[in-house]
């Protein structure tokens, strides 16, 4: 079992855990390089915006957790293996259950089809994953963490590691000492995520 105390201690200094999907072992990872997303930066896509404006999703926050990290769990399309092992499920419902892990869901007609989650520390954001059951559901609820975390004055958004997914979606990589510093600076922030 992870030790909530041991998981928060572990963001603090630049880890995250992963688990290994053949024996469900946890590790603690810290990349050499950090994907990022420049929060005063981001612009959402045209499509976003499109989608947006018609209001085909409703996005709700820490409405249902344990269906985004589940659904976030539940193999990919094209990848029958998943990291987010039961072990992190519930350390993670832990942390929601203590004001640190939130989620972004998105609702179409009453189900919901896609979200993120990820956990919240100072000024700094620990995006952990996002699943979609329906196109774009996962971008509209990025869409609406960036602003939130914007509203509420926080400094990073942490996107672990890069993937073409988050590229789309604007992330950047940076060094590890620029990750470290940035990370310092933003846990000496004190902000109410809700």
């Keep these: 079992m992870i030790r909530i ?6 963001y603090r200094r630049g880890y995250f855990p992963m688990s290994d999907p053949e024996d469900e072992k946890v590790y603690w990872c810290q990349p050499y390089k950090r994907a990022v997303f420049c929060l005063d930066s981001y612009r959402p896509s045209r499509d976003v915006l499109r989608l947006t404006r018609k209001k085909e999703f409703t996005v709700t926050l820490d409405k249902e957790f344990a269906g985004v990290i589940k659904g976030c769990a539940a193999p990919r399309k094209n990848d029958h293996e ?6 992190i499920i519930e350390a993670y419902t832990k942390l929601h259950s203590l004001g640190i892990a939130h989620s972004f869901e998105s609702w179409y007609q009453g189900e919901l089809v896609g979200g993120l989650y990820g956990i919240a520390l100072g000024g700094a954001f620990f995006g952990e994953s996002m699943f979609s059951r329906r196109s774009y559901a996962s971008r509209i609820a990025f869409d609406h963490l960036v602003f939130h975390l914007r509203e509420k004055g926080y400094l990073l958004l942490d996107a672990q590691i890069m993937n073409p997914h988050l590229q789309r979606l604007g992330a950047v990589e940076i060094e590890h000492e620029e990750y ?4 310092a600076h933003a846990l000496q922030k004190k902000i109410v995520f809700l």
């Design 180 to 183: 470290m510093r940035q990370l």
């Design 5 to 10: 105390d041991e998981l928060l201690r572990a």
């Design 82 to 87: 998943t990291w987010i092992s039961d072990e």
